[in-house]
């Protein structure tokens, strides 16, 4: 059974820090991309940040560029999203997704990936 696991998230002032992390099991981890998406009240689930099985490229919603990290650990069945310089429209519930790497599509769709974690809560404040 495939599990996702985000931990990481709290409440933190507006110019703030946050890691989220995300552990993987029941999966090849090395053979999916790994995906961050966010959801608000009111809005749809935007996708955040992306990256390859392989780590060897990133791909990041315009409104995080210069601000958040992806990374990921194949060792560790791991994958981090650093977030710096945090503003309260960063304000939602991060889920961490896992898509097979041979998807076709674009890494922005979320129904594209197979696995999904029970998300965790940030809040940032002004």
């Known amino acids: 059974q495939v599990q996702l696991v985000e931990s990481g998230g709290g409440l933190v002032q507006a110019g703030g820090s946050l890691r989220l992390s995300c552990a993987a099991s029941?999966?090849?981890?090395?053979?999916?991309?790994m995906g961050w998406f966010r959801h608000s009240p009111g809005k749809e689930r935007e996708f955040v940040a992306a990256?390859?099985?392989?780590?060897?490229?990133?791909y990041y919603v315009d409104s995080v560029k210069g601000r958040f990290t992806i990374s990921r650990d194949n060792a560790k069945n791991m994958v981090y999203l650093q977030m710096n310089s945090l503003k309260t429209e960063d304000t939602a519930v991060y889920y961490c997704?896992?898509?097979?790497?041979?998807?076709?599509?674009?890494?922005?769709?979320?129904?594209?990936?197979?696995?999904w974690g029970q998300g965790t809560q940030v809040t940032v404040s002004s």
């Open positions: 997704a896992a898509r097979y790497r041979r998807t076709a599509g674009p890494v922005t769709t979320g129904d594209l990936y197979q696995h």
């Open positions: 029941g999966l090849t981890f090395s053979s999916y991309g």
């Open positions: 990256i390859t099985s392989t780590g060897d490229s990133t």
